[in-house]
């Protein structure tokens, strides 16, 4: 079956370093996918997309990298800050239809200490 | 910068009732969506909503739930008979293509 999922839990780290966050993919035949950060309460804040053609995409402080051949998918975020704390949740469209429905995997809590 | 709306952020409701969460999505977007989260758990699709029909649903929407657009403006998600399991936020998103936008939530209590 389809599914997403996160290496990686809870990932904490010092102010001013760089995160990586990580999220395994089963469906080969995803050609879309988001990083999504929520904070508490709030909902899901689009951050970075990127396209199944695309193995790199960069934004401001945030990267994110695609990796078809082992389906993975990272964001990386530059020189992290106390705000970058939230649940980070990668998630996935299907081919097909560009509207279709996403597929979200579990979330990994960024934790970012002063 | 535009964003989706939702209404109300807290519903509380007895079970078997009936609830309708409303939201409003970004102007220009042509399709829409309901997901929900348990508390502590990942994003879950519910349903898509293009061209006023339903273009797809998951096993979670049920023949108690329903979705409406009624206006131009609103997209509205009614659970006929509320259940415990139902106990949820309730995210409405929209999109022109592919980035979706999600709004605020509703957290709905069924006790």
């Known amino acids: 079956g389809e599914s997403v999922g996160l290496h990686l839990p809870t990932l904490s780290v010092q102010e001013g370093d760089n995160s990586i966050i990580n999220c395994a993919y089963s469906?080969?035949?995803?050609?879309?996918f988001i990083w999504y950060k929520q904070e508490s309460g709030k909902g899901p804040q689009f951050i970075i997309d990127?396209?199944?053609?695309?193995d790199k995409r960069q934004g401001q402080r945030v990267t994110v990298l695609l990796n078809k051949t082992v389906k993975h998918l990272s964001l990386q975020i530059a020189a992290t800050q106390p705000g970058d704390s939230a649940v980070y949740f990668c998630a996935e469209k299907a081919s097909g239809n560009q509207g279709g429905k996403l597929i979200f995997g579990q979330g990994t809590e960024l934790s970012v200490k002063p | 910068e535009p964003e989706v709306t939702q209404t109300p952020s807290h519903q509380v409701t007895q079970m078997g009732q009936e609830v309708i969460l409303r939201c409003v999505p970004i102007?220009?977007?042509?399709?829409f969506y309901w997901y929900r989260q348990i508390l502590g758990q990942k994003v879950e699709f519910l349903v898509s909503f293009y061209n006023n029909e339903i273009s797809e649903k998951s096993e979670i929407f049920d023949d108690q739930f329903s979705v409406e657009r009624p206006d131009g403006s609103n997209f509205t998600l009614k659970i006929r008979s509320t259940k415990l399991e139902d106990s949820a936020m309730y995210f409405c998103?929209?999109?022109?293509?592919?980035?979706?936008?999600f709004g605020p939530g509703t957290r709905l209590t069924v006790t």
């Open positions: 469906n080969s035949a995803s050609d879309y």
């Open positions: 998103a929209s999109t022109a293509g592919y980035e979706q936008y």
């Open positions: 102007s220009n977007h042509l399709y």
């Open positions: 990127i396209r199944s053609n695309m």
